[in-house]
């Protein structure tokens, strides 16, 4: 009798992290959204943001911007209002929930070295699945990836991520920053002005 082949620990892990993140993705309204692949439950399309319409209860979003100097958090946080009918503040610190308890509207972006390839950053959050609007989210930013890539293709990362963290999903489209590859596009095109006027 020949003894079972043993699984490699390695790709068993990743088997079941797998696993973990659409388990917890399906059952908890809860969604990561990265460079690497669309965010889960959502489709690319070439011409338009597709997915479940994700996004906060009101307009005014906050911006608590922890990264490092080499992220452009700032001027993405003006770019993505700019034009559109959201409206993202930065703040030094996200402020306090109020006495109604309602979830309060912040992102909070911070970054640190998540390894060499090509995960430029990560966004998690989570919604509230009866209404689809988001109750948190946050951004991490890749220090690793940042050391070599231009100015341009950071802020284009950085409005990227922001992107996801108001609520909208990976597109085709290449004029687009929530196209999943860093391309050096600086402002959102009209498709994420339109995606961002059906969510606010």
């Not at 490699?8 to 460079?35: D, F, I, K, Y």
């Not at 610190?93 to 109020?98: I, K, L, Q, S, V």
């Not at 995960?119 to 689809?132: H, I, R, Y």
């Amino acid at each position: 009798m020949s003894a079972a082949r043993p699984v490699p620990v390695l790709a068993l892990r990743v088997v079941l992290v797998l696993v973990a993140l659409v388990l917890t993705a399906t059952v908890s309204g809860r969604g990561t959204a990265a460079e690497a692949a669309p965010t889960a439950g959502t489709t690319a399309s070439s011409t338009q943001n597709v997915g479940p319409a994700l996004g906060w209860a009101q307009d005014v979003v906050y911006v608590q911007d922890d990264a490092s100097s080499r992220w452009p958090v700032a001027a993405a946080t003006k770019a993505l209002s700019k034009g559109s009918s959201l409206r993202l503040v930065l703040v030094a610190r996200c402020p306090a929930p109020g006495a109604d308890g309602a979830p309060v509207q912040c992102i909070r972006v911070s970054s640190k070295d998540l390894g060499g390839g090509t995960l430029a950053g990560t966004t998690d959050w989570t919604f509230v699945k009866s209404t689809n609007k988001l109750s948190t989210a946050t951004v991490q930013l890749n220090d690793r990836w940042a050391k070599h890539a231009s100015y341009a293709d950071r802020l284009n990362i950085a409005e990227h991520e922001l992107g996801h963290g108001v609520g909208l999903p990976h597109v085709k489209r290449t004029s687009s920053i929530m196209n999943a590859v860093a391309h050096g596009r600086t402002k959102p095109d009209a498709g994420d002005l339109r995606a961002l006027k059906a969510r606010y």
